[in-house]
Structure formats: structure tokens, C-alpha cells
T-cell receptor, first 109, second 114 residues
Framework: GQNIDQPTEMTATEGAIVQINCTYQTSGFNGLFWYQQHAGEAPTFLSYNVLDGLEEKGRFSSFLSRSKGYSYLLLKELQMKDSASYLCAVRGGDYKLSFGAGTTVTVRA | IAGITQAPTSQILAAGRRMTLRCTQDMRHNAMYWYRQDLGLGLRLIHYSNTAGTTGKGEVPDGYSVSRANTDDFPLTLASAVPSQTSVYFC?????????????FGPGTRLTVL
């Protein structure tokens, strides 16, 4: 089975940095994805990691350590529009995605 | 505009009724998926199709069926709806079922079974 854990909620101030951690235990590993989901909308793709290390994409960065079963998503220079749920998803040995329950980030002025 | 469409946007259904949720994509993606999203549980895979003519069971397939007659359409049918099937349903697609292909999601269908 798959087990993916991430915090339920986080709050941060506009302009600050927030780090969302994700730990996983899965049957096989073929990559880790981060999705953003605004309330009432569909998830949208943010980042993909398959090798250890940091992937940077503008204000967002994602890190992966396969040996530790650990990833984080780093959101820099937070904006009000970044208030959303962030979903960690692992592609297992069967190439199917297993999702964490999501982390709701609230950005306050 | 290329993408995935789902219909209906929302539906209230009496228990025991049959319901088909529609999903169409115009990106010529081979793989398609159905997920349900429930508060505190995240997205869970119901059924998937790696290519037209084939389907497979996901994590929570009971009470649901799918078909994949062509590349573009992937309907999800609830033969006899029950209240526990109240959820938000998302259809997704990816170019293939493996490698680094990203899944793209439709706007969702909010289903309430009374």
C-alpha cells in the first residue's frame, strides 16, 4: 500500500516563505509530483521530481530525497493568490499516482 | 482551447438511481483516470484506462464502472448510487501511463446522493 503524509494546514504572511513537507512509503517509486488546488477548482501541476535534489521553478521549488522518502515544496515571496491546497502525489511501481490528503496554505496580509 | 471537460458540473441524485459522469479530452492523450476527492482523504483513484479499449481498477472501484470506446471519452457510471458516493469526481488524462507524463485534471463534478 501507499502512505503519504503532509501537514493539514499552514498559515504564513504575505511576502514570507513557507515549506510544505511530504513523507511517503510506497511500493516502488517513479517520481513525486506537487499539485496546487484552489478551492472549488481542479488540481494543477506545479512540479515533478524523480532524482534527488532541488528543482526550482520561479517562486516555487521542490526537493526530493528518495533514501529518506521525503520531499518538500518551498513557496517564496508568498502572495495572496498562493492561498490554496497543495497536494503531494507519488507515482508508484505501477505508475499510478497516490495522493496525500493535501496541505491548506492560508496567506495573510 | 485544448483540455478536459466534465459534465455535469454538479448533480443531486436519489439513492438507487443510475448516473453517468461524462469526461472528454481533446489532447489525444492515451491514458485517462477517474478520481474521487473527499475531505481529509485526498484524491483516490477509482478506475483508469491506459489506452482506448482497456480499463483497470484503482484503489476504490466498487460501485463504479467505466468504458473507453475511443481515445477522447471516458464515462464513469454509478449503477445504483449510494450516499457514500457523495463526493467531488475528477477526470484526468496523461499522454501515456508511464514515464514522466503529467496528469491534467478536468474541472470536476460535485455529486450528492441523498
Amino acid at each position: 500500500g501507499q502512505n503519504i503524509d503532509q501537514p493539514t494546514e499552514m498559515t504564513a504572511t504575505e511576502g514570507a516563505i513557507v515549506q510544505i513537507n511530504c513523507t511517503y512509503q510506497t511500493s516502488g517509486f517513479n517520481g513525486l509530483f506537487w499539485y496546487q488546488q484552489h478551492a472549488g477548482e481542479a488540481p494543477t501541476f506545479l512540479s515533478y521530481n524523480v532524482l534527488d535534489g532541488l528543482e526550482e521553478k520561479g517562486r516555487f521549488s521542490s526537493f526530493l530525497s528518495r533514501s529518506k522518502g521525503y520531499s518538500y515544496l518551498l513557496l517564496k515571496e508568498l502572495q495572496m493568490k498562493d492561498s490554496a491546497s497543495y497536494l503531494c502525489a507519488v507515482r508508484g511501481g505501477d505508475y499510478k499516482l497516490s495522493f496525500g490528503a493535501g496541505t491548506t496554505v492560508t496567506v495573510r496580509a | 482551447i485544448a483540455g478536459i471537460t466534465q459534465a455535469p458540473t454538479s448533480q443531486i441524485l436519489a439513492a438507487g438511481r443510475r448516473m453517468t459522469l461524462r469526461c472528454t479530452q481533446d489532447m489525444r492523450h492515451n491514458a485517462m483516470y477517474w478520481y474521487r476527492q473527499d475531505l481529509g482523504l485526498g484524491l483516490r483513484l477509482i478506475h483508469y484506462s491506459n489506452t482506448a479499449g482497456t480499463t483497470g481498477k484503482g484503489e476504490v472501484p466498487d460501485g463504479y464502472s467505466v468504458s473507453r470506446a475511443n481515445t477522447d471519452d471516458f464515462p464513469l457510471t454509478l449503477a445504483s448510487a449510494v450516499p457514500s458516493q457523495t463526493s467531488v469526481y475528477f477526470c484526468a488524462s496523461s499522454a501515456t501511463s508511464g514515464s514522466v507524463d503529467t496528469q491534467y485534471f478536468g474541472p470536476g463534478t460535485r455529486l450528492t446522493v441523498l
